[in-house]
């Protein structure tokens, strides 16, 4: 069973950056997607941003431009940097790792909250 292990989360003043990180115990190239999920009180869990085992990129409009996912092979690590944060991007940070035809592996998350 593949383990992810989020970290880099925190307190951040609106406008300010994070980064998170995703340590995978497996190879990352077991899966056809990495990603990074939000879910806010109260609401669904939702997609932030992936990234494929070739490394083509997705984005939820609402993080384009700010937020940008990336991922060193090597290490078998994810990343998620996350700049010019705003209050409405606070939540609890999923790493997701995706293979076709297979369940989704979860971690267990890394809380972001940003002040105004």
């Known amino acids: 069973q593949v383990q992810l292990v989020e970290s880099g989360g925190g307190l951040v003043q609106a406008g300010g950056s994070l980064r998170l990180s995703c340590a995978v115990s497996?190879?990352?190239?077991?899966?056809?997607?990495m990603g990074w999920y939000r879910q806010a009180p109260g609401r669904q869990r939702e997609l932030v941003a992936e990234?494929?085992?070739?490394?083509?990129?997705n984005y939820a409009d609402s993080v384009k431009g700010r937020l940008t996912i990336s991922r060193d092979n090597a290490k078998n690590t994810v990343y998620l940097q996350m700049n010019s944060l705003k209050p409405e991007d606070a939540g609890v940070y999923y790493c997701n790792a995706r293979l076709y035809g297979k369940s989704p592996n979860w971690g267990q998350g890394t809380q972001v909250t940003v002040s105004s």
């Open positions: 990234i494929s085992r070739g490394g083509s990129t």
């Open positions: 497996g190879s990352i190239f077991n899966f056809n997607y």
